[in-house]
C-alpha cells in the first residue's frame, strides 16, 4: 500500500520482469521466487515460461488491459495453449468455459465469443481474473483491480478475488492505495513511501499499532463519520523529488519525530516486534 | 455489410458522374483544337469543318457531353486518333497498369510494413534511423531518376534486367519497384508510428504477462491493431499508383494507361481522356471500398449499417 508514484506498480512489474529495458532497468536487489531462486538472474526465455503459469497479474483498468481485435475467450485460451501446447481444441473451450463460470461471468458460453468492447467494465476485469488463475499460478498480483471500477463493482470484484484466492490455495500480492481495501483484503501490508518499503506488519498490528511516521499519518488522515471536525488531518509537506532524493531518511523532511541521524543515514527496514519491521531510526531508538 | 457494400457501390454514380463533367469541362476548356492535330498543318479549313462534323465537335457543349456519356455506355464511343471504340483502346493498357499497380503495392507493403515493424521494435537503435533515412529517401526521390539509375545498374551495366517493355515477370521488377518506393517509404511511416502507439498500450503488457514470446507479442497483438491505420493508407496510395504511374511507364516504356492519357491529352483525344479519367476513379473509389470493408476485418468494434 502507498501512495500514487510510490513505487508500487513498478516493484510489482519488475517482479513479471515487464518493465521495458531500456529505458527501465533494475540496478539492485533479488527477486526470490520459490525453487526458482532469484528471477533476475533468469533469461528472458525461463521468465516466459513463468509468467502467466507460475505468477499472474490483474491490472488497473480492465477497459484498455484486454486486445480489442480478438475475442475475451480468445484471449484466456491463449495463456493456457502458451503453457499447454498439447491441449485439445474440446478441452480449451471446456476449460475457459469453466474459468469463466467461477468468476462469475453472466452468460459464459456466450461471453467466450464476445469482444472486449462488448462487456462492461466489471466483465472485463472478471475476464482478466480468469486469465490470471487460468494455470493455477502460485502468485497473482493485482494492481489496484478495482481502482478503474464502481464501487458496487468493486466489492463484487474484491470479495470474488478472496474466495478465489482461498479455492486456489495462490498467493495474492493486492497493490492498493485504498485503505479499506487493504483492511478487508490482507493478511500482512507492505508501506511504499517514495520508492521504498517503510513498514511491513500483520494488518492487525499496522492498524492498530501503526510504528512509522508516515504509517500513522496516513492513518490518522482518514476522516471518520463518528468525529466531527473543522479540518481534515494532513501529512505536512510534499513528496521528495523522486530525480534528486535527499540523503538519509527520504521521509525527513515531512516527519515531526525527526532526529539528528535521519538527515545523514538512510534508515533500513528492522523487525522492531515479532513480524513486524520498520525502516525508522525515532522507532528502532524508542524500543 | 453486404447492404453496406451495395449502399457504397450505389454512391459510385454520382461520383463517376461528377468526374465526368469534370474531366469534359477541364478538357474543353483546355486551348487545342482535336480536329486540327487529326487533320495536320495542311488541312485546308473545308477537311476541318469536315472533321468536327464527323465527330460531332461542332455541337453545343452540353450536347458534346451527352453524345460522350452514351457512347461510354452503348460501347460506341470512338477514339479520335485510333478510330476504334475507345474501350478496346484503354481497357488492354489499363489492365496493364492495374497488373503494374498491384505488383507494386505488394512490394510497397512487404518492404513498408516489415521495416516499420522492425523500426518501432528496435526504436532507436541503428536498424530505427537505417529505416528512416530509407523511408524518406525513398519518399522525396524523383521517379524517373530513381528508374533511371535501377536501369543504368541492372540493364545497362549488369545486363540482369530488361530496361524496358513488358512480356515476362522479370519485366515487371524494375518499374514496380521504382513505383513503389515511394509508398513503401509512407506504408513504413506510418507502420513505425502507429505500431510505436500500439507497443505503449496496456493490452502489450497483458500479452506480455501472460507468457508470450515478443515474437507473438509483436506479430500477434500489436501488428494486427497497428495494421487499422496503414490499411487506409495503402488504400489511398494504390489509388496514387493507379494515377501516378505515367512516369514510371514512360522510363520503362510500359504500355499502360498512364502513358496512353498523357498522349490523348496531347493529342485532344477527348473520348479517350475522358473514359480513361471515369476509370481511374471508378477504380480508386472501389480500391476505398475494400479499404473500409477491410476495417471491418481487422477491427471488430467496427461495424457497418446499411
Known amino acids: ?287 | 455489410m453486404l447492404r453496406f457494400i451495395f449502399r457504397r457501390l450505389l454512391l459510385l454514380i454520382p461520383v463517376l458522374i461528377g468526374v465526368s463533367i469534370v474531366a469534359f469541362l477541364i478538357l474543353h476548356l483546355a486551348p487545342g483544337d482535336p480536329a486540327q492535330m487529326m487533320g495536320g498543318i495542311e488541312a485546308s479549313e473545308a477537311d476541318l469543318i469536315m472533321l468536327r462534323q464527323k465527330f460531332g465537335l461542332d455541337r453545343p457543349l452540353p450536347v458534346q457531353y451527352f453524345m460522350f456519356l452514351k457512347g461510354m455506355f452503348t460501347g460506341e464511343l470512338l477514339s479520335l486518333r485510333y478510330e476504334s471504340p475507345v474501350m478496346e483502346v484503354i481497357w488492354p493498357r489499363l489492365k496493364n497498369t492495374l497488373a503494374l499497380a498491384s505488383v507494386s503495392i505488394v512490394i510497397a507493403v512487404l518492404i513498408g510494413v516489415t521495416a516499420g515493424v522492425l523500426s518501432a521494435v528496435k526504436r532507436k537503435t541503428w536498424m530505427d534511423y537505417t529505416a528512416t533515412v530509407f523511408a524518406l529517401l525513398g519518399i522525396s526521390m524523383p521517379v524517373f531518376w530513381w528508374g533511371l539509375l535501377l536501369m543504368l545498374l541492372f540493364s545497362v551495366k549488369l545486363m540482369w534486367l530488361p530496361s524496358g517493355g513488358m512480356g515476362t515477370p522479370l519485366h515487371y521488377i524494375l518499374p514496380s519497384i521504382v513505383l513503389g518506393t515511394a509508398s513503401a517509404g509512407i506504408i513504413a511511416r506510418m507502420t513505425r508510428s502507429s505500431m510505436l502507439d500500439v507497443l505503449r498500450q496496456d493490452y502489450i503488457t497483458t500479452a506480455t504477462a501472460k507468457g508470450l514470446s515478443r515474437r507473438l507479442v509483436v506479430g500477434r497483438h500489436a501488428l494486427r491493431n497497428a495494421m487499422i491505420p496503414t490499411v487506409t493508407v495503402v488504400g489511398l496510395q494504390f489509388g496514387q499508383l493507379l494515377a501516378g504511374a505515367v512516369l514510371t511507364e514512360t522510363v520503362f516504356s510500359w504500355p499502360g494507361v498512364g502513358r496512353l492519357l498523357v498522349t490523348s491529352i496531347l493529342a485532344r483525344d477527348y473520348p479517350v481522356v475522358q473514359t480513361s479519367l471515369v476509370l481511374i476513379a471508378a477504380f480508386f473509389v472501389l480500391v476505398n471500398l475494400a479499404v473500409d470493408v477491410l476495417y471491418a476485418v481487422l477491427d471488430p468494434r467496427v461495424r457497418y449499417h446499411g
Not at chain 1, 112 to 137: D, E, F, N, T, W
Not at chain 1, 224 to 244: K, S
Open chain 1, 1 to 287: 500500500m502507498g501512495e500514487t508514484g510510490c513505487g508500487k506498480s513498478v516493484t510489482a512489474h519488475s517482479v513479471m520482469g515487464l518493465i521495458p529495458v531500456p529505458p527501465g532497468r533494475i540496478v539492485g536487489g533479488t527477486v526470490t521466487f520459490g525453487k526458482h531462486g532469484n528471477l533476475l538472474d533468469l533469461k528472458e526465455e525461463e521468465m516466459q515460461k513463468l509468467r502467466g503459469k507460475e505468477m499472474s497479474m490483474i491490472f488497473q483498468d480492465p477497459m484498455s488491459s484486454l486486445n480489442p481485435v480478438f475475442t475475451a475467450g480468445f484471449q484466456v485460451e491463449e495463456a493456457i495453449v502458451t503453457h499447454d501446447r498439447h491441449i485439445s481444441k474440446k478441452d480449451l473451450l471446456s476449460r475457459v468455459v469453466g474459468l469463466f463460470k467461477k468468476v462469475n461471468i453472466s452468460d459464459p458460453e456466450k461471453s467466450v465469443h464476445s469482444y472486449p468492447h462488448m462487456l462492461s467494465g466489471g466483465m472485463k476485469q472478471r475476464v482478466m481474473i480468469a486469465m490470471g488463475l487460468s494455470c493455477g499460478p502460485k502468485l497473482i498480483i493485482a494492481d489496484e483491480p478495482t481502482t478503474a471500477l464502481d464501487v458496487s463493482i468493486q466489492a463484487q470484484i474484491l470479495t470474488l478475488l478472496k474466495k478465489l484466492q482461498k479455492e486456489e490455495g495462490s498467493s495474492v500480492l493486492l497493490i492498493s492505495h485504498d485503505l479499506g481495501v487493504i483492511a478487508a483484503m490482507a493478511k500482512n501490508v507492505a508501506v511504499m513511501y517514495a520508492g521504498s518499503i517503510v513498514e511491513y506488519a500483520p494488518v492487525s498490528d499496522l492498524f492498530q499499532q501503526p510504528m512509522h511516521p508516515y504509517t500513522k499519518g496516513l492513518l490518522g488522515a482518514i476522516p471518520r463519520l463518528d468525529r466531527d471536525i473543522e479540518r481534515l488531518a494532513v501529512i505536512p509537506g510534499t513528496l521528495p523529488n523522486l530525480f534528486d532524493l535527499p540523503e538519509g531518511c527520504k521521509f525527513r523532511e515531512r516527519c515531526s519525530e525527526a532526529l539528528e541521524i535521519c538527515a545523514s543515514v538512510r534508515p533500513r527496514l528492522i523487525e522492531i516486534e515479532p513480524g513486524h519491521e520498520v525502516a525508522c531510526h525515532a522507532c528502532a531508538r524508542d524500543r
